[in-house]
Nanobody, 120 residues
Framework: QVQLVESGGGSVPPGGSLRLSCAAS????????MGWYRQAPGKERELVAT???????NISDSVKGRFTISRDSAKNTVCLQMNSLKPEDTAVYYC??????????????WGLGTQVTVSS
């Protein structure tokens, strides 16, 4: 059973920084991807950043240059360092673990989400 526990959300003024962490358990799959998605009120959930088990990253254009994703494979954690935060970054951020069976077949697991609010 895959379990994901997020931490690090909060409220900051524009230009501030936050670091989100996600601790995964039950994830003994060699080929997988971890990452962060976000959902703002009234909007669909969108990809923020992902990192594969081989270390390849994918960063949304909306956060590129401001957000960095990293992972500690030994601790089964993935982190999202968010700098230069903007009000439009306000959303619930969800940790995602994707078990990959092939390029077109996977299973997604989700954390409960953590709120990030950027406001003056």
């Amino acid at each position: 059973q895959v379990q994901l526990v997020e931490s690090g959300g909060g409220s900051v003024p524009p230009g501030g920084s936050l670091r989100l962490s996600c601790a995964a358990s039950g994830t003994s799959f060699s080929v997988h991807q971890m990452g962060w998605y976000r959902q703002a009120p009234g909007k669909e959930r969108e990809l923020v950043a992902t990192i594969t088990s081989s270390g390849s990253t994918n960063i949304s254009d909306s956060v590129k240059g401001r957000f960095t994703i990293s992972r500690d494979s030994a601790k089964n954690t993935v982190c999202l360092q968010m700098n230069s935060l903007k009000p439009e970054d306000t959303a619930v951020y969800y940790c995602n673990f994707r078990r990959l069976y092939s390029r077109s077949l996977w299973t997604d697991y989700w954390g409960l989400g953590t709120q990030v609010t950027v406001s003056s």
